[in-house]
């Protein structure tokens, strides 16, 4: 397993933005994908927005247009920037990537410990 640090949550009134990011600790020798999934209270996780190497982004409807997943200047960060944001878009932000870490000859999947971002006035 490989740990994801995960940084940019908080509290932003509704049309604010914020930024995600996530960077894996130790070295990697393969990068499988990484992306961003969310969690409200009572509510299941979901995907939010992914991307795999060589693909474009893939985003749910609910967020497309007003969010944005990018790499970071070392192709195993992963950014999100989150515009225009909405009191739906409360939840607890969870990064995950698939990774073969070095010395490893698998990939794993791997999750962050999460960031809160709420939005209300």
């Known amino acids: 397993q490989v740990k994801l640090v995960e940084s940019g949550g908080g509290w932003v009134q509704p049309g604010g933005s914020l930024r995600l990011s996530c960077a894996p600790s130790?070295?990697?020798?393969?990068?499988?994908?990484m992306g961003w999934y969310r969690q409200a209270p009572g509510k299941q996780r979901e995907l939010v927005a992914f991307?795999?190497?060589?693909?474009?982004?893939q985003y749910r409807d609910s967020v497309k247009g007003r969010f944005s997943i990018s790499r970071g200047d070392n192709e195993n960060t992963v950014l999100m920037q989150m515009d225009d944001l909405k009191p739906e878009d409360t939840a607890v932000y969870y990064c995950?990537?698939?990774?073969?870490?070095?010395?490893?000859?698998?990939?794993?999947?791997?999750w962050g410990q999460g960031t809160q971002v709420t939005v209300s006035s």
């Open positions: 130790g070295k990697i020798v393969s990068n499988g994908g």
């Open positions: 991307i795999f190497p060589g693909s474009v982004p």
């Open positions: 995950n990537a698939r990774l073969r870490p070095q010395g490893s000859t698998a990939y794993t999947t791997n």
